[in-house]
């Protein structure tokens, strides 16, 4: 069967111009779900799991209501293919182009492919994506961003869309509202380039005087705000956003989204920009952390997902709907701006006792923050199951009885039983991605990264790739902090993952 064609009769209206709002056969008992993703964020990042120099007590607040899990990995250690992977089910390096997309890519989830999002659709749920997006729009060719940018996510099965289209440090610099640029003067058109500077706007290669926060490395393209940007773009100066009130832009949609459907399930995305470069903090917490501006956008990360869960409590919806919380990948301090990140820790330990980082094969690059929230339906305390997002679809299809064909989302498993603590059955294998596509696999205390030719350290970052031509062997259960390569002492344990890792490369 075509799903898509099944989502679409199902759904009702089909979409003509833009998301349109569609009828579903409703399940006023259904819980709703929220899905806050944030960006870069560490397992030492907040004081739920340990921080002592930063303080995050409504994310805290979650953790201690609800269920917090100390082996959760994203399903890449890059942003875009760790979200393509959590909404399709699929190991992003299974397809071509999943990359860490420019902000003119196109959409890069197929639109016959089953999503999550598709699930809650199917199951009568309104759903919306709000925030941070980074997995294209438009055509494979790219998006046209003076006119309605089909595909866009309503083709994928959101009913809403309010998206940054890729990274707040990549062009353009503007919001998409149902497949529309929002605010565009037709006057005055968008041009975007990634291979060659369009128009007349400054640099902050060639104007760094202009720069009110200049790059550590790269990120010295088209100015916006003060801040260069990666790519280059003219045009569109009505749409640009305010660097300093992305966050309260997006917490308004998602209130706005949430009043108008509190009568009936909804399934809400919500993608934070936070803690990702450029970190420009409101001036509500600028200088509160004692951190730096990394610090601070904690803090205002920290007033988002208070402000969703105040949202719910108002409007007497926090009983029946589900938060989950996580990032979409491990942390980086220094991200290509000079904000005196590691000037500035004073004793902060983003990546906690992990070794690597974002873009790395090692455990700070995937490791991270995991906490379910369901108000008198989960029991509080520690999940020490490993999870994996790859798992989050089969796992929704089963809270949601919805039935799959055994080629959709074909590397998901369903761990509902985990992901709402009535069960702690660890998953049986963990598969990691760094920057280059290489890949490791962990499974019962052991952690085996295959040779890569790569080299080993991102430079601008500091952080280390995991990559070496020869195999690397870590007894996590005692080593967890991967100090000794142990593949020497144990040949056999090497084959058995690298066959392992073979063989679940192979299975398509």
């Not at 898509?4 to 779900?33: D, M, W, Y």
Request: aromatic share 8%.
């Amino acid at each position: 069967m075509n799903y898509r064609i099944f989502t679409g009769i199902i759904a009702g209206t089909a979409i003509l111009s833009g998301c349109q709002s569609k009828s579903h056969e409703r399940n006023v008992t259904s819980p709703n779900v929220i899905l806050i993703y944030t960006d870069d964020l560490g397992i030492g990042d907040l004081s739920c799991y340990g921080a002592t120099q930063v303080r995050t007590p409504n994310i805290d607040r979650l953790a201690d209501e609800g269920l917090r899990f100390t082996n959760a990995y994203a399903t890449s250690a890059m942003s875009t293919p760790s979200r393509y992977g959590m909404l399709t089910g699929i190991y992003p390096w299974r397809k071509e182009n999943t990359g860490i997309a420019p902000g003119n890519s196109g959409l890069l989830i197929d639109t016959a492919t089953v999503t999550v999002a598709d699930l809650f659709q199917r199951a009568g749920y309104t759903t919306a994506a709000i925030g941070k997006w980074h997995l294209g729009l438009g055509p494979e060719s790219g998006p046209d961003f003076n006119s309605y940018i089909s595909p866009n996510t309503c083709d994928i099965g959101f009913d809403y869309e309010f998206i940054i289209p890729a990274t707040v440090d990549r062009v353009p610099c503007v919001f998409v509202e149902n497949g529309r640029v929002v605010n565009l003067d037709p006057a005055d058109p968008i041009y975007v380039d990634y291979e060659k500077k369009v128009g007349d706007w400054p640099t902050g290669k060639e104007n760094p005087e202009l720069l009110t926060l200049k790059p550590s490395q790269g990120h010295d393209n088209t100015i916006v705000n003060g801040i260069s940007r990666i790519g280059y773009m003219t045009g569109g100066k009505s749409a640009l956003w305010k660097d300093d009130e992305i966050a309260q832009t997006i917490v308004t949609k998602a209130e706005k989204f949430i009043t108008e459907n509190r009568e009936k399930p909804f399934f809400l995305f919500f993608g934070t920009h936070d803690i990702h470069v450029p970190r420009v903090p409101h001036a509500d917490f600028r200088g509160k952390s004692g951190l730096g501006d990394r610090g601070d956008v904690i803090l205002q990360l920290d007033w988002t997902v208070g402000k969703i869960t105040e949202i719910l409590e108002n409007r007497q919806l926090l009983d029946n709907t589900i938060i989950i919380f996580s990032s979409d990948n491990g942390p980086v301090i220094d991200d290509g701006y000079q904000d005196r990140a590691f000037e500035l820790l004073n004793g902060h330990t983003p990546m906690g006792m992990y070794r690597g980082g974002k873009y790395s094969l090692f455990e700070a690059g995937t490791r991270v923050p995991l906490i379910v929230y369901w108000k008198n339906q989960i029991e509080a305390g520690i999940q020490p199951a490993r999870f994996s997002q790859i798992d989050l679809l089969r796992s929704m299809a089963t809270l949601l009885d919805q039935s799959l064909e055994e080629e959709v989302a074909p590397d998901s498993q369903d761990a509902l039983s985990v992901l709402l603590g009535r069960g702690n059955k660890d998953r049986d294998f963990i598969i990691h991605q760094n920057l280059n596509n290489a890949l490791s696999i962990s499974k019962e205390g052991w952690k085996y990264l295959e040779p890569d030719e790569h080299p080993a350290i991102e430079q601008w970052t500091g952080i280390e790739l995991g990559n070496s031509p020869r195999p690397q062997l870590y007894h996590t259960a005692e080593d967890p902090a991967e100090k000794n390569n142990v593949a020497g002492k144990y040949p056999a344990i090497v084959r058995k993952l690298s066959d392992m890792l073979d063989s679940v490369r192979s299975n398509n």
